[in-house]
């Protein structure tokens, strides 16, 4: 069972620039795809990225499309969110999820683990 924890959120002005990081536990996080959703004050959780197991194939949602990168690193057992141009709509609870399917997925059942999220406030 995979143990994921979120860090890197805070406040920062629109244009601004975040990068969140998620620490997984246990030792077949290769195994994982993950992915990043997010979740505002009355709004349903939405998909922001994915990244295969490998890191070779990611995918993006519409609206962070362009801005957002995605990308792991293995070794460290850690997935990344570089967050570029960000916009006071981008407000939300950042979450971590691992998927112990075969593919990668944009839909928030096919992951397993979550973190607890961490907190992205853009201001105008």
């Known amino acids: 069972q995979a143990q994921l924890v979120e860090s890197g959120g805070g406040l920062v002005q629109a244009g601004g620039s975040l990068r969140l990081s998620c620490a997984a536990s246990?030792?077949?996080?290769?195994?994982?795809?993950m992915g990043w959703f997010r979740q505002a004050p009355g709004k349903e959780r939405e998909f922001v990225a994915a990244i295969s197991q490998s890191g070779g194939s990611s995918y993006y949602g519409d609206v962070v499309k362009g801005r957002f990168t995605i990308s792991r690193v293995n070794a460290k057992n850690t997935v990344y969110l570089q967050m570029n141009s960000l916009k006071p709509e981008d407000t939300a609870v950042y979450y971590c999820?691992?998927?112990?399917?075969?593919?990668?997925?944009?839909?928030?059942?096919?992951?397993?683990?979550w973190g607890q999220g961490t907190q992205v406030t853009v201001s105008s």
């Open positions: 999820a691992a998927s112990t399917g075969s593919g990668t997925s944009m839909r928030y059942g096919s992951y397993d683990y």
């Open positions: 246990g030792r077949t996080f290769s195994s994982y795809a």
